[in-house]
C-alpha cells in the first residue's frame, strides 16, 4: 500500500471493472467526480472556516449550534453548519423579478459554476495526480476564466434592475483591471521555467540547498515580488476583501446579485469560493512549489497532502486579509491596479529577464544577483508607492481622534 | 470525428445566424460570443489547443466585454428596445448577395480536386514549437503586432475619451 | 465530401452568415460583428488547411491565425471606439445617418 499513488489505484480499480470500450469515459467522469466531491466538500468547510475564523478575529465565537439530526447531544464544533446552509438555500423560493429577461437570468449562476470549475483541471493536485495534462495549461486556465465576466454582465443586464447593471459595470471594470496584473504576475514563471505546463513548473522547483532551503520560486526576488502581485490580483479577481466593492454587503445591497435569491444565489457564492479555490491553487502550484515538500526530510508525507496544506493555509490566509483590511473605494481600486501594479509587474517582467541572463553568476557574484534583483523591484515599489498616496498620506481625521 | 465536426459546425452557424438575426443588440452579443467559443471548439477540433485557448481569451473574454461596454454607451433608451430590420430592400439585398457569394464559394470548393491523403495524422503542434517559430522567423512580424496593439490601445482610448468641457471647441 | 471540404463548407457558410448580417443590418455594432465573424471564418479556413496540407509541422496556418486573432483585436477596439465616438457626436449608431465627412 503506497499512499503516495493511492488515489490512481483505486481510480485504476474501478476503472477495471468496466467494460474496455467505456474505460476512457469512466476514467474521465472518475476524475471529475474526485473534482466535484474534494472541491464541493472544500467549500463547504472553507466557509464554515471563513466563519469561525472570522469571528475568532472579531472576538465572537462564530456558529457553533447545528449538529446532527437525531444526536442532539453532539454538537461537533459546528461543523454541520455549512450543510443546514446547504439545505436552507435549496429549500427557498427562488424570486424571479417580472422584467427580469429569464434565460439570462437564469444561464448566468450556471454558467459562473461550470466554468469557475473548469480551472482545476490543470492543476497538478500530486506527483501523478493531474486531471488533465495540457500543453498550455496555464493560457487554459485563463480562458476558462474569462466567463466570469460574461456571467456577471448577464447576471446584471438580466435582471433588469438599474442598480444590478450599474454594480454589474463596476464588478467588470474591476476584473478587468486586475486580469492584467494577475497574468502579468505569471509571465515571469512561464519566461523563467519556459514552459506553460503546470506540471512541469512544479517539477522546475524540486530540490533543496542543504536539503532544507526548497527551491520555491517565492524564494527568489522577481518570484517574491511575483507572488505579492499575484496575491494582491487574485483577491481583486475573486471578489475577496479588501476588493469585495461588486457586492459590498455592508454598504450596497448586493451588488449584481440583488435580484438572486434561494439556490441561484448559493450558485454564484459557490463559483466565488471556486474561483479563489482555483486561483490558489495556482499560486501555490506557480510560487509555492505545488506539490513539493518544503524539506527533503519531509517527503515522506504524500505529495497530494503537502499541496492541499499549501492550498489550505492559502485560504486561511485570504480570510485573515478579510478580516483586517478595510474595504476600498473604486477609484482607488481602479488606481491601484493601473499605476502601481502594472508598472511593477512589468519591471518584474524584466527583472525575471535579467535573473534568466544570469544563471552563471556563482559565488560572490551571486550576492550581487540577488541585490541586482531585489533593487530592480524594491526602488520602484517605493517610488511608486510615493506617487500614489501623494496628497492622500498622512490622512488628517476630522471627526474621530 | 466527422459529426464532432458537424456538431460543432451545427452550434456554430445557429449561434451566429441567430445574432445577425436577433433584434435585441446584447443578445447578438451573447450569441455572438457563443459563436465565437464554437469557432474555439473547432480549432480543439482541429488540434491547435494553444490557438483554441487564444481564441477563447480574446474573443470571448476581452472583445465581447468591449462590444458590450460599446452596446450600453451607444443606446438609446431603454437596452431591450427592438433594433429593427432597416428596410426590406436592404435585408433582401444582403441576403441575395451573401448567397451569390456562398454559390461562388461552394462551387470553387466542391469543383476543386482536394489533393489530401485520405487519412492524415493527427496533427498537433507544441507550445515550444509555436514559440520558436514566433521568435524565429516571425520575429519581426511579432514585433510589429506589438506595435499594432499599442497603438490600437492609444487610438482607442484618443478616439472614445470624452472632451473636457474646458475644451475651446474645434 | 472529404473533411478538408467539410471544413471549407464550413467556413464560407460562416463567412456568409457574417456577410449577410454586415450588409442587412444597418446598426454599426452589428455591421461591425458580422465583419469580425467573416475575419473568423477567413481563419477557420487556416486552420482546416494546416491540418490537412502538406506540412502540419511547420505550423504555418496557426502561427497566421495568431497574427489574425491580434489583428482583429485591435481592429475591434478601433472600430468600436469610433461607433462610442460618431455616437457622441450625431446621437445615432444607424451606419446611413453618418454620411458626411465633415464633423
Not at chain 2, 438575426?21 to 459563436?35: E, F, K, M, Q, W
Amino acid at each position: 500500500m503506497n499512499l503516495e499513488t493511492l488515489p490512481l489505484q483505486v481510480r485504476d480499480w474501478i476503472v477495471g471493472r468496466f467494460p474496455d470500450a467505456l474505460q476512457w469515459l469512466v476514467h474521465h467522469l472518475l476524475s471529475i467526480t474526485a473534482i466535484l466531491t474534494v472541491f464541493g466538500l472544500f467549500f463547504a468547510f472553507t466557509t464554515i472556516a471563513e466563519r469561525k475564523l472570522l469571528a475568532r478575529l472579531q472576538n465572537r465565537l462564530g456558529p457553533n449550534r447545528s449538529g446532527l439530526p437525531w444526536f442532539r447531544s453532539l454538537k461537533l464544533w459546528g461543523l454541520t453548519q455549512p450543510f443546514a446552509d446547504a439545505i436552507k438555500a435549496i429549500t427557498k423560493e427562488d424570486v424571479v423579478p417580472a422584467a427580469a429577461d429569464k434565460v439570462l437570468h437564469f444561464l448566468a449562476p450556471v454558467v459562473i459554476v461550470a466554468f469557475s470549475l473548469l480551472g482545476f483541471a490543470v492543476l497538478p493536485f500530486g506527483r501523478h495526480l493531474i486531471p488533465v495534462e495540457l500543453d498550455a495549461a496555464i493560457l487554459y486556465f485563463f480562458a476558462a476564466g474569462t466567463a466570469t465576466e460574461l456571467a456577471i454582465f448577464m447576471a446584471g443586464w438580466g435582471s433588469r434592475n438599474k442598480y444590478s447593471l450599474l454594480a454589474a459595470m463596476r464588478a467588470l471594470a474591476q476584473l478587468i483591471s486586475y486580469e492584467l496584473p494577475l497574468i502579468l504576475s505569471v509571465v515571469p514563471v512561464v519566461m523563467i521555467v519556459g514552459t506553460l505546463s503546470t506540471q512541469e513548473m512544479v517539477l522546475a522547483q524540486g530540490g533543496w540547498t542543504w536539503g532544507v532551503l526548497p527551491h520555491w520560486h517565492v524564494f527568489t526576488p522577481w518570484g517574491f515580488a511575483g507572488f505579492l502581485i499575484f496575491l494582491v490580483a487574485a483577491l481583486a479577481e475573486s471578489n475577496r476583501s479588501p476588493f469585495d466593492l461588486p457586492e459590498a454587503e455592508s454598504e450596497i445591497i448586493a451588488g449584481h446579485l440583488t435580484e438572486y435569491s434561494g439556490f441561484k444565489y448559493a450558485l454564484f457564492f459557490m463559483a466565488e469560493y471556486f474561483g479563489l479555490t482555483a486561483l490558489s491553487g495556482l499560486g501555490v502550484t506557480l510560487f509555492l512549489g505545488g506539490w513539493q515538500a518544503p524539506c527533503a526530510f519531509l517527503e515522506f508525507i504524500p505529495s497530494w497532502l503537502w499541496f492541499m496544506g499549501k492550498l489550505a493555509s492559502m485560504i486561511v490566509f485570504f480570510i485573515w486579509i478579510r478580516g483586517t483590511l478595510l474595504r476600498l473605494r473604486i477609484d482607488q481600486l481602479t488606481r491601484l491596479s493601473w499605476k502601481f501594479l502594472v508598472p511593477l509587474a512589468l519591471l518584474n517582467l524584466g527583472n525575471a529577464a535579467f535573473w534568466a541572463l544570469t544563471p552563471g553568476w556563482t559565488g560572490p557574484l551571486a550576492l550581487a544577483r540577488w541585490a541586482v534583483s531585489a533593487a530592480i523591484i524594491i526602488v520602484p515599489f517605493f517610488l511608486l508607492g510615493r506617487r500614489l498616496s501623494a496628497g492622500y498620506a498622512p490622512r488628517t481625521y476630522r471627526y474621530a481622534a | 470525428m466527422t459529426l464532432a465536426l458537424l456538431l460543432i459546425g451545427f452550434l456554430l452557424l445557429a449561434a451566429a445566424g441567430a445574432a445577425m438575426l436577433s433584434r435585441n443588440l446584447i443578445h447578438s452579443a451573447l450569441l455572438l460570443t457563443g459563436a465565437w467559443a464554437g469557432i474555439a471548439g473547432f480549432y480543439l477540433w482541429a488540434g491547435a489547443e494553444f490557438v483554441a485557448f487564444a481564441q477563447v481569451l480574446v474573443y470571448v473574454g476581452a472583445v465581447s466585454m468591449i462590444v458590450l461596454f460599446a452596446v450600453l454607451l451607444t443606446r438609446q433608451g431603454a437596452t431591450t428596445a427592438p433594433v429593427e430590420f432597416d428596410s426590406f430592400r436592404r435585408a433582401a439585398a444582403g441576403i441575395i448577395t451573401a448567397g451569390g457569394v456562398m454559390g461562388v464559394l461552394f462551387g470553387a470548393i466542391l469543383g476543386t480536386p482536394m489533393d489530401v491523403t485520405s487519412a492524415p495524422p493527427p496533427a498537433s503542434i507544441t507550445v515550444r514549437q509555436i514559440g520558436a517559430q514566433l521568435m524565429g522567423p516571425h520575429a519581426a512580424a511579432l514585433l510589429i503586432v506589438g506595435v499594432l496593439l499599442t497603438v490600437a490601445l492609444l487610438g482607442a482610448i484618443v478616439i472614445a475619451a470624452v472632451d473636457k468641457p474646458d475644451d475651446p471647441a474645434p | 465530401m472529404s473533411p478538408l471540404q467539410l471544413c471549407l463548407v464550413l467556413s464560407s457558410l460562416l463567412f456568409c452568415v457574417g456577410l449577410a448580417g454586415a450588409l442587412a443590418r444597418s446598426n454599426t455594432i452589428l455591421v461591425l460583428l458580422g465583419i469580425e465573424l467573416m475575419l473568423n471564418a477567413a481563419n477557420l479556413n487556416f486552420i482546416a488547411f494546416w491540418r490537412y496540407g502538406p506540412q502540419p509541422a511547420a505550423g504555418l496556418g496557426v502561427i497566421f491565425v495568431l497574427f489574425a486573432i491580434a489583428v482583429a483585436a485591435a481592429e475591434a477596439a478601433v472600430g468600436l471606439a469610433l461607433v462610442i465616438a460618431i455616437h457622441r457626436h450625431r446621437k445615432t449608431v444607424r451606419l446611413q445617418d453618418s454620411t458626411a465627412l465633415k464633423g
